[in-house]
């Protein structure tokens, strides 16, 4: 039995160690695709000076980001007012249970 649990706790750690190393590597992509995202932005702005003064292609870019930030936050608080936060298939099968044990 000990060595069970031994050798359960060492393919445990091992498993541990590669998902850690996999969400380390996950984090990195996420902040690398939003530094993309950033010199992106930066480039259309640029983009913009070619024919607009730089305050306002700062500006211009800065409204459009604003509208894409407002529409999202709108989209999100549609999405969470329509959901029901509760575990219904939980209460469902609790309340059968109950009612089986009064049985």
């Known amino acids: 039995m ?6 359960a706790a060492a393919e445990m750690r091992k ?3 590669a998902l850690g190393l996999a969400i380390g590597l996950g984090a990195g992509a996420v902040l690398f695709g939003l530094l993309s995202i950033g010199f992106a932005l930066a480039a259309v702005t640029a ?4 024919f607009l003064a ?3 292609a700062l500006l211009v870019m ?3 980001l604003l509208l894409l930030a ?3 936050g709108f989209l999100a608080m549609r999405r969470l007012q329509k959901s029901k936060p509760l575990p219904d298939e939980a209460i469902r099968e609790t309340k059968r249970t109950l009612e089986a044990i009064r049985r």
């Open 70 to 72: 407002a529409l999202c």
């Open 15 to 17: 498993k541990v160690a």
């Open 54 to 56: 730089t305050w306002l």
């Open 62 to 64: 800065t409204g459009i």
């Open 47 to 50: 983009a913009f000076t070619t």
């Open 2 to 7: 000990r060595l069970e649990l031994q050798l």
